[in-house]
């Protein structure tokens, strides 16, 4: 190791030495001062705890007399003392805690807190400070301090304050808050005009309804502080009588007195309804309440509906209805003359008695009872009745009772109409008297037809034999006119018997009491295929499938089977063609038979259904066939009608019920 090497570690050791010493001389320095200090510190909470043990008897006093919480902190925040009041608003059992107050402060309000105790501690006090904080019984509540520094020979040792739980209180105020929103938006929107006055006639609130009955151009708040007197003055011509108007108004506020429902009429037919009430506290006047509505509509529809009562109540008194109003012990209360002139008693010998005692024929009266109970039940019914009228005349009545029901709902009566029905009842019995003669004379029609058709028939068949017999004996002995003329003689015969047969069908649908049974039509119509003789030049086609109805199911062949044979008696067209269909309707089927035959000219479609009526003279036609299909139609509900254009052919339409 060389010399200058040695020589630079002896003057680092010398650099190292020298550090120390300065080090050791600031340290012992610290040490001093931080061991004053601590004893400053120390004498400071000795003289603090001095302080209030010394001022403790002063401050018992207090803490006993005071109702509101109050308590001790040092300028650290933790609570030193506290009274009864805060030990229970900050959620304590006792005093002796070890606790900073600043640990309740709600986070949101921590930077209001610190500037606030910066302030106390500046100011030396504050009052009127909110904070929210959460109790030690974990329950947030809102409060009010006022708070001050306690001061050692005018150095803050500690601070002192009053605490009150305004939590209730705040929420009163919101809620009073809100419920004066609601109020003030009711008023500003309620139907009726609306203006409060003070003392002196300043407008403290009004509404959008007064402006605009009064015509005013402004907004109700613009209003505000405004002088009533001068307004309702200025806005007098408003109304049909501006003098009386005003000078009923200052009468009005003279008298002190309540006012309700006055009218008043404007210049442009509008009807007001003013009320009025002072407010007075005491004995002093503090101020008035108008209300104004229109009721113009209301009024108007009043004398209608009196002109209308009026109306109906002339018209109850002499309509040929008697009208009757007894209480619950069936006592007559009100008759109208028709009630009068039905029972041949006057008004006044009507009133207050029972009606069963006088009008029911024995045999009723039980049902009279009956009925007045059930109208105590509150039932409602229709029912007919025999009366003996005052002179001993018996009529019959169809009686419509119903309970009358009071303001409170409840049943205090009944009222019945009453309605004379003797003559339908007396006609009545002679229909019942016809039908029963018209059944007879049917059934005996019926019997009639039956042999008049066998007597008819034997001739006929007789006569028949007879040609068929002088035919034969002298066959090739007449001549060709004689042989035209037997002919002529059978084709009428056979006329004459289709005649016959079809007068005996037409007579006979509707008399046989056969239940009806499901018939499926579209069997039927199959089946009919099979049984007529059908031209080689004619297609007859099912477009739908034809429904299950209820009838009875000959006469329904019969229809479809004259339909059918009428189509194809009257098709000439090389290609003839006959469609069969059904619609489903709500109630009913509608079945078509539509053929492409020679048609029906427009002025025999509504008389081709008649007897007898055939439009081509055949000697298979009797004239008898679509009679009988309506007839059948008739009996089964329904209807039958046609579309047809000559040349183009024919639609027959009819229904059969579901």
Same mark, same amino acid.
């Given at each position: 190791?060389?010399?200058?090497?040695?020589?630079?570690?002896?003057?680092?050791?010398?650099?190292?030495?020298?550090?120390?010493?300065?080090?050791?001389?600031?340290?012992?320095?610290?040490?001093?001062?931080?061991?004053?200090?601590?004893?400053?510190?120390?004498?400071?909470?000795?003289?603090?705890?001095?302080?209030?043990?010394?001022?403790?008897?002063?401050?018992?006093?207090?803490?006993?007399?005071?109702?509101?919480?109050?308590?001790?902190?040092?300028?650290?925040?933790?609570?030193?003392?506290?009274?009864?009041?805060?030990?229970?608003?900050?959620?304590?059992?006792?005093?002796?805690?070890?606790?900073?107050?600043?640990?309740?402060?709600?986070?949101?309000?921590?930077?209001?807190?610190?500037?606030?105790?910066?302030?106390?501690?500046?100011?030396?006090?504050?009052?009127?400070?909110?904070?929210?904080?959460?109790?030690?019984?974990?329950?947030?509540?809102?409060?009010?301090?006022?708070?001050?520094?306690?001061?050692?020979?005018?150095?803050?040792?500690?601070?002192?304050?009053?605490?009150?739980?305004?939590?209730?209180?705040?929420?009163?105020?919101?809620?009073?808050?809100?419920?004066?929103?609601?109020?003030?938006?009711?008023?500003?929107?309620?139907?009726?005009?609306?203006?409060?006055?003070?003392? @002196?006639?300043? #407008?403290?609130?009004?509404? /959008?309804?007064?402006?605009?009955?009064?015509?005013? =151009? %402004?907004?109700? *708040? $613009?209003?505000?502080?405004?002088?009533?007197?001068?307004?309702?003055?200025?806005?007098?011509?408003?109304?049909?009588?501006?003098?009386?108007?005003?000078?009923?108004?200052?009468?009005?506020?003279?008298?002190?007195?309540?006012?309700?429902?006055?009218?008043?009429?404007?210049?442009?037919?509008?009807?007001?309804?003013?009320?009025?009430?002072?407010?007075?506290?005491?004995?002093?006047?503090?101020?008035?309440?108008?209300?104004?509505?229109?009721?113009?509509?209301?009024?108007?529809?009043?004398?209608?509906?009196?002109?209308?009562?009026?109306?109906?109540?002339?018209?109850?008194?002499?309509?040929?209805?008697?009208?009757?109003?007894?209480?619950?012990?069936?006592?007559?209360?009100?008759?109208?003359?028709?009630?009068?002139?039905?029972?041949?008693?006057?008004? @006044?010998?009507? #009133?207050?008695?029972?009606? /069963?005692?006088?009008?029911?024929?024995?045999?009723? =009266? %039980?049902?009279? *009872? $009956?009925?007045?109970?059930?109208?105590?039940?509150?039932?409602?019914?229709?029912?007919?009745?025999?009366?003996?009228?005052?002179?001993?005349?018996?009529?019959?009545?169809?009686?419509?009772?119903?309970?009358?029901?009071?303001?409170?709902?409840?049943?205090?009566?009944?009222?019945?109409?009453?309605?004379?029905?003797?003559?339908?009842?007396?006609?009545?019995?002679?229909?019942?008297?016809?039908?029963?003669?018209?059944?007879?004379?049917?059934?005996?029609?019926?019997?009639?037809?039956?042999?008049?058709?066998?007597?008819?028939?034997?001739?006929?068949?007789?006569?028949?034999?007879?040609?068929?017999?002088?035919?034969?004996?002298?066959?090739?002995?007449?001549?060709?006119?004689?042989?035209?003329?037997?002919?002529?003689?059978?084709?009428?015969?056979?006329?004459?018997?289709?005649?016959?047969?079809?007068?005996?069908?037409?007579?006979?649908?509707?008399?046989?009491? %056969?239940?009806?049974? $499901?018939?499926?039509?579209?069997?039927?119509?199959?089946?009919?295929?099979?049984?007529?003789f059908i031209p080689n030049h004619i297609t007859i086609n099912i477009l739908n499938t034809l429904p299950v109805v209820l009838g009875h199911k000959t006469k329904l062949q019969q229809v479809f089977q004259n339909l059918i044979s009428n189509a194809i008696k009257f098709i000439e067209k090389d290609n003839g063609i006959i469609n069969i269909n059904v619609t489903e309707q709500t109630n009913y089927y509608q079945f078509s038979v539509q053929d492409n035959g020679i048609g029906i000219e427009k002025q025999y479609h509504d008389k081709i259904f008649k007897v007898f009526l055939s439009?081509?003279?055949?000697?298979?036609?009797?004239?008898?066939?679509?009679?009988?299909?309506?007839?059948?139609?008739?009996?089964?509900?329904?209807?039958?009608?046609?579309?047809?254009?000559?040349?183009?052919?024919?639609?027959?339409?009819?229904?059969?019920?579901?």
């Amino acid at each position: 190791m060389s010399q200058d090497t040695i020589d630079m570690l002896k003057r680092a050791l010398l650099r190292e030495k020298e550090a120390r010493k300065v080090a050791e001389s600031i340290l012992e320095k610290k040490a001093a001062e931080l061991y004053e200090a601590n004893r400053r510190l120390e004498k400071s909470y000795t003289e603090l705890e001095l302080l209030l043990t010394q001022k403790d008897s002063q401050l018992q006093g207090v803490f006993e007399n005071i109702v509101d919480a109050y308590l001790i902190m040092d300028l650290e925040g933790n609570i030193l003392k506290m009274n009864d009041a805060a030990l229970t608003l900050l959620g304590f059992e006792d005093d002796k805690i070890d606790f900073n107050l600043m640990s309740m402060v709600s986070p949101t309000d921590l930077e209001h807190v610190s500037k606030s105790f910066k302030m106390l501690l500046t100011k030396g006090s504050i009052t009127n400070f909110e904070l929210k904080i959460t109790t030690n019984a974990n329950i947030e509540k809102l409060i009010h301090v006022n708070a001050s520094v306690i001061y050692d020979n005018n150095i803050p040792v500690a601070s002192q304050g009053i605490i009150r739980d305004i939590t209730k209180e705040k929420e009163d105020e919101e809620k009073l808050i809100e419920s004066e929103n609601r109020l003030s938006t009711l008023i500003l929107n309620l139907d009726k005009a609306v203006i409060l006055e003070d003392e @002196n006639r300043k #407008i403290i609130v009004t509404n /959008k309804k007064f402006t605009q009955l009064f015509n005013i =151009k %402004v907004k109700p *708040d $613009e209003l505000i502080g405004k002088d009533c007197k001068t307004l309702i003055e200025n806005n007098s011509m408003l109304f049909e009588d501006s003098k009386k108007f005003l000078n009923r108004t200052h009468d009005i506020i003279q008298e002190k007195k309540v006012v309700l429902a006055e009218e008043l009429e404007m210049v442009d037919g509008k009807i007001l309804e003013r009320s009025y009430m002072p407010i007075i506290i005491g004995e002093k006047t503090k101020g008035y309440f108008w209300t104004f509505k229109d009721v113009t509509l209301s009024r108007t529809y009043s004398k209608r509906l009196e002109v209308q009562k009026q109306k109906y109540y002339n018209i109850i008194s002499n309509m040929n209805l008697g009208l009757v109003e007894v209480d619950l012990e069936d006592r007559i209360l009100m008759v109208n003359h028709s009630f009068e002139e039905m029972t041949g008693y006057s008004f @006044n010998e009507l #009133i207050g008695i029972k009606g /069963k005692d006088i009008l029911p024929v024995a045999e009723d =009266k %039980v049902l009279m *009872d $009956e009925k007045v109970i059930e109208r105590k039940q509150g039932r409602t019914d229709l029912y007919e009745l025999k009366i003996k009228k005052k002179d001993g005349e018996i009529r019959y009545w169809l009686v419509s009772g119903a309970p009358n029901y009071g303001i409170d709902g409840k049943v205090i009566g009944s009222i019945g109409i009453n309605f004379d029905i003797t003559n339908i009842k007396n006609l009545e019995k002679q229909k019942e008297s016809l039908l029963n003669e018209l059944a007879k004379s049917n059934n005996e029609l019926q019997e009639y037809a039956h042999i008049v058709s066998h007597d008819l028939k034997s001739p006929l068949r007789s006569i028949n034999a007879l040609v068929s017999w002088i035919k034969e004996d002298n066959n090739g002995k007449l001549d060709h006119a004689t042989n035209q003329n037997l002919n002529l003689i059978e084709s009428t015969l056979e006329k004459m018997e289709l005649l016959i047969t079809d007068i005996l069908d037409y007579s006979s649908i509707g008399s046989d009491e %056969v239940e009806k049974t $499901e018939v499926n039509t579209n069997d039927l119509v199959i089946d009919l295929k099979q049984m007529l003789f059908i031209p080689n030049h004619i297609t007859i086609n099912i477009l739908n499938t034809l429904p299950v109805v209820l009838g009875h199911k000959t006469k329904l062949q019969q229809v479809f089977q004259n339909l059918i044979s009428n189509a194809i008696k009257f098709i000439e067209k090389d290609n003839g063609i006959i469609n069969i269909n059904v619609t489903e309707q709500t109630n009913y089927y509608q079945f078509s038979v539509q053929d492409n035959g020679i048609g029906i000219e427009k002025q025999y479609h509504d008389k081709i259904f008649k007897v007898f009526l055939s439009l081509n003279k055949r000697k298979d036609s009797s004239g008898i066939g679509l009679s009988i299909v309506q007839k059948i139609v008739e009996l089964h509900n329904g209807t039958i009608w046609l579309e047809s254009q000559p040349s183009i052919g024919t639609t027959f339409f009819f229904t059969i019920k579901k």
